[in-house]
């Protein structure tokens, strides 16, 4: 199968031909439209090596993420960054393309912190390797976690490897009836104090909050928290965005901000996440109003879901920062086949 996948880059690269990478296709609502030849590395999958007590497993891109963790599970570890499937299609290299994080991801790490090591074909059709299976400092430019995030843009992955973590000894979840102001303030209040905090929702004034690690801790942190236990837990529905509040039919964002930024005082639905680092919103309003507000809250907001894919999905780049990009992706992609404008238009 890698073959297969380096000989159809080299011919893409020799006429300039555009290529859409795809695994399982769960995330390709995610980003803009891509124009051009699809190319299917959901066939190049396996786990390659894992070693539990390294903490450490690599599997090539096309690996159903189910997969994978079923088998961390048997070993009792996990992906710390909790990532999102959307589908029964989820592959790692999906989750890697795509950089998204879970409710654990603020204590747990993200996506690109896990990264360990990748090879992948650039857009002269070479293999490369980048990084390795183990933490440890790097000189330069850690090439190996710039896949993360970058929608395929910079080359085919064929294999990656991830830190995992060991799951839990205890999971509790708490439940609180409080105002908007009430949980913002709540939530501040606990980042501060030494709790074993994995993950925190409101939406509907009902704050629900997450902790995880050995049983002594988290019994001393419920007794700090109190709130009323929670039997079926939210988390996996916010995670696979199946509650109600993302069912609505107005366009999805996904707003980034500081924790303690003030509320968006935008009109539509909110659902907050991440201490309130993560505000979700459901709105008609113009895009650029969205980004003015979370710009002016120190912020930035991508438009999730409910577009034609063919504007501009995440917040434009300055100046500056497009030149680096422009400048990276050349590097790796000369004649730009990979993922064309699925990032920004000229990407």
């Known amino acids: 199968m890698e073959a297969e996948l380096i000989e159809r880059v080299k011919q893409a690269a020799e006429t300039a031909s ?36 390294e903490l450490v497993v690599t599997a090539r891109a096309g690996t159903p993420l189910a997969e994978i963790e079923a088998v961390l599970a048997e070993h009792g570890q996990l992906l710390p960054f909790e990532p999102p499937h959307f589908g029964p ?46 933490m440890k400092n790097v000189a330069g430019y850690d090439l190996s976690r710039l896949m993360a995030g970058a929608l395929g843009s910079l080359g085919v992955l064929l294999e990656v490897s991830v830190k995992v973590l060991p799951r839990p000894a205890e999971e509790r979840t708490r439940m609180f009836e409080l105002s908007a102001e009430a949980a913002a303030a709540r939530q501040l209040e606990w980042g501060r104090l030494p709790l074993s ?23 001393a942190g419920l007794e700090v928290l109190g709130g009323e ?23 999805l964002w996904r707003i980034s901000l500081p924790a303690a930024a003030p509320a968006l005082n935008l009109p539509g ?37 409910g577009h034609d894919g063919r504007g501009e999905v995440f917040t434009p780049l300055a100046p500056a920062l497009l030149a680096l990009h422009q400048r990276v992706k050349r590097a790796l992609d000369p004649q730009g086949i990979f993922n064309p404008g699925r990032m920004y238009a000229g990407l």
């Open 18 to 53: 555009p290529l859409c990478i795809r695994g399982g296709g769960s995330k390709t609502f995610y980003g803009r439209h891509c124009d051009g030849e699809l190319l299917d590395v959901s066939g190049h999958r396996g786990i390659v090596s894992y070693e539990p007590s």
């Open 89 to 134: 299609g989820a592959t790692l290299g999906g989750m890697v393309a795509a950089g998204l994080s879970g409710p654990r991801r603020p204590w747990g790490g993200s996506v690109r912190d896990a990264v360990l090591g990748v090879r992948l074909i650039n857009g002269r059709g070479e293999a490369l390797r980048f990084g390795g299976q183990v």
């Open 197 to 219: 905090l994995s993950g925190t929702l409101y939406e509907g004034e009902r704050l629900y909050v997450r902790l995880c690690g050995s049983a002594q801790g988290v019994a």
């Open 229 to 251: 236990a929670v039997a079926d837990a939210p988390w996996q529905a916010v995670r696979e965005q199946t509650l109600p509040f993302f069912q609505g039919e107005a366009p």
């Open 269 to 305: 639905a909110c659902l907050t996440e991440w201490g309130g680092a993560l505000r979700w919103l459901r709105t008609d309003l113009p895009a650029e109003l969205v980004r003015q507000r979370a710009a002016a809250l120190g912020g930035h907001a991508t438009l999730f879901r």
